[in-house]
């Protein structure tokens, strides 16, 4: 559900050195409560709209606990970039 994601990264903390000036990687890691499942979109761009559509979900429907964005292009929150 929802309600039990905590957080969203958008790239593997091994190799983000390598990625986040190169190039974007298609995965990306959803953390919840219980669980956390490692995905990889058909390519980045499809990722980054995903990550776009499950932000504003979050921004408009959750309204006490919102997962954490980290490693995500921050455009999909209204900036360049953001890398934690």
């Given amino acids: ?12 903390p091994n190799r983000l050195l390598f990625h986040c000036l190169f190039q974007d990687s298609a ?23 995903f990550f776009q559509i499950l932000h504003h979900t979050c921004q408009r429907y ?5 997962p954490e964005f980290i490693n995500c292009q921050s455009k999909i929150m209204g900036g360049e970039w953001a890398f934690v």
């Fill in 1 to 12: 559900m929802l309600e039990q994601l905590r957080q969203v990264n958008g790239i593997d």
């Fill in 27 to 49: 995965e990306f890691d959803l953390l919840f409560e219980n669980a956390f499942d490692q995905w990889v979109a058909s390519t980045a761009s499809e990722k980054c709209t």
């Fill in 62 to 66: 959750l309204t006490d606990r919102k």
